[in-house]
């Protein structure tokens, strides 16, 4: 499985957006790009997947670059229960391999 | 539904002592995962089984892990016998996989101390 790149923490005030970023330049081109996150005590959970399009759903939005060596995941308005790990992975198929992901802090 | 359930939520056993975690996956998953996870070392696959069948083990770290699934509901790992570097957190996970596509769903986890 390619890899990704994360930073390993980032900070957010409560009520605004947050960007996580992650890069994954060595991505093949049937690469599913995955989001997860691990709240603390938690086993993770899924945020939001994509191939190659931006993507919205309930939790988050997922913007792929157009060449797909980045993504970023967008909290659009973060709050305390967003604090968490997060994971940015790419999957082919079968399993995901979780890397150290960014740990993002939320203060009020 | 439940979610995936496992058991116990902790266990602290001895050194040497056989060690037995349980997991029963969402009804109408066809695939099972089993993590650990470390400080040191973060979330590792160990072994991830499909319609009870394993796929791949190369992640189980030696002979004393086993895993089963003797059939879609049910799922154990076995560790015997245990060691101090055992302690961690086992997750267990399922997903259905209409398309190659999977959203996994994760449990609560086991957190086990060997001492």
């Known amino acids: 499985d390619a890899k990704t790149t994360q930073p390993n923490s980032m900070e957010s005030n409560e009520e605004e957006p947050v960007h996580l970023p992650c890069n994954h330049s060595?991505?093949?081109?049937?690469?599913?790009i995955h989001w997860y996150r691990q709240l603390p005590s938690q086993g993770p959970e899924y945020v939001i997947h994509?191939?190659?399009s931006n993507v919205n759903n309930r939790m988050a939005s997922l913007a792929i670059a157009e060449d797909r060596k980045s993504s970023t995941l967008i909290l659009h308005r973060a709050t305390l229960r967003d604090a968490a790990v997060y994971y940015c992975?790419?999957?082919?198929?079968?399993?995901?391999?979780f890397g150290k992901g960014t740990k993002l802090s939320v203060k009020p | 539904d439940a979610g995936v359930i496992q058991s116990p939520r902790h266990e602290v056993t001895e050194m040497g002592q056989e060690v037995t975690l349980r997991c029963k996956p969402i009804?109408?998953?066809?695939?099972l995962f089993w993590y650990r996870q470390t400080m040191m070392r973060g979330l590792e696959l160990l072994i991830y089984?499909?319609?009870?069948?394993?796929?791949?083990d190369s992640g189980m770290p030696e002979d004393r892990f086993s895993a089963k699934m003797p059939n879609a509901s049910f799922s154990t790992l076995k560790i015997q016998p245990s060691e101090p570097r055992d302690s961690a957190v086992y997750f267990c996970?399922?997903?259905?996989?209409?398309?190659?596509?999977?959203?996994?769903?994760f449990g609560p986890g086991t957190r086990l101390t060997v001492l």
């Open positions: 994509g191939l190659t």
């Open positions: 996970a399922s997903s259905f996989v209409p398309s190659g596509y999977n959203e996994q769903f």
């Open positions: 089984f499909n319609n009870n069948v394993p796929i791949d």
């Open positions: 009804s109408g998953h066809d695939y």
């Open positions: 060595t991505i093949s081109g049937t690469d599913y």
């Open positions: 992975i790419l999957r082919l198929r079968g399993n995901l391999i």
